[in-house]
């Protein structure tokens, strides 16, 4: 069980990898190299922290940083002492998220949302609205325009909407909702997002950057 601070009652996991060459946007080391690929994963972790952080600035919320690859000591000397750091764990992506759920609920918390570190897009309004919309529904998606999702907010631990999914490939958002129709659960979406995995979705993270600075 996390130690979450006392009667937490929103609560933001966000999954992430230790920037380490050669282990992380394995898809972009053609065009970056590894370090550059390495580089890009600890930017885009640093720019979703910098979003949750403008989030805490206006809501109560606890926030946890899920890892794969190295340990919490790299993690905290990458991104401070002041956010909760978790080992993802074995198994695929959904075991990995439902296990993130079920730790934060077990804790006692009301609401939790997962996000990845891949979609600029991502900012801290955007958070504010899919917590907001927990007050209401059941489940709140972000769904990403390759077909899967950046976001995923629940009011209790549903697992089934992780099992039999083909992580990774297009079908993952559809999949999703199929399942919470079928549990009849109250669902929302939230505005259609980019991820940054590819080679052509690079300029994406570009705009983000400039948008940023011009800011």
């Not at 992430?16 to 050669?22: A, F, I, L, S, V």
């Not at 972790?45 to 919320?61: G, H, N, R, S």
């Not at 946890?64 to 690859?69: D, P, Q």
């Not at 907010?153 to 083909?166: C, Y």
Request: hydrophobic residues 45%.
């Amino acid at each position: 069980m996390l130690n979450l601070p006392a009667n937490p009652k929103q609560h933001l996991i966000i999954f992430t990898r230790y920037p380490e060459p050669g282990k992380t946007k394995t898809r972009l080391i053609p065009v970056l190299g590894t370090v550059g690929a390495a580089n890009l994963q600890r930017e885009m972790t640093e720019y979703t922290i910098f979003q949750v952080e403008e989030l805490q600035k206006a809501m109560d919320i606890s926030v946890e940083v899920r890892f794969a690859g190295g340990d919490s000591q790299l993690m905290q000397d990458w991104l401070g002492l002041d956010l909760l750091y978790q080992s993802q764990g074995e198994g695929d992506l959904g075991l990995r998220m439902a296990r993130s759920l079920f730790d934060a609920f077990q804790s006692g918390t009301k609401k939790v949302i997962i996000i990845g570190t891949d979609c600029p897009g991502l900012n801290a309004q955007i958070l504010a609205t899919a917590f907001e919309k927990l007050h209401a529904f059941d489940l709140v998606l972000g769904p990403a325009l390759d077909g899967g999702y950046y976001l995923i907010g629940l009011r209790q631990p549903i697992l089934e909407l992780f099992v039999n999914i083909e992580w990774g490939t297009a079908q993952v958002f559809q999949k999703t909702v199929d399942i919470a129709q079928k549990l009849n659960l109250l669902h929302v979406n939230l505005l259609p997002l980019a991820d940054v995995d590819r080679p052509e979705d690079l300029r994406i993270w570009e705009q983000a950057l400039a948008e940023v600075i011009e800011k």
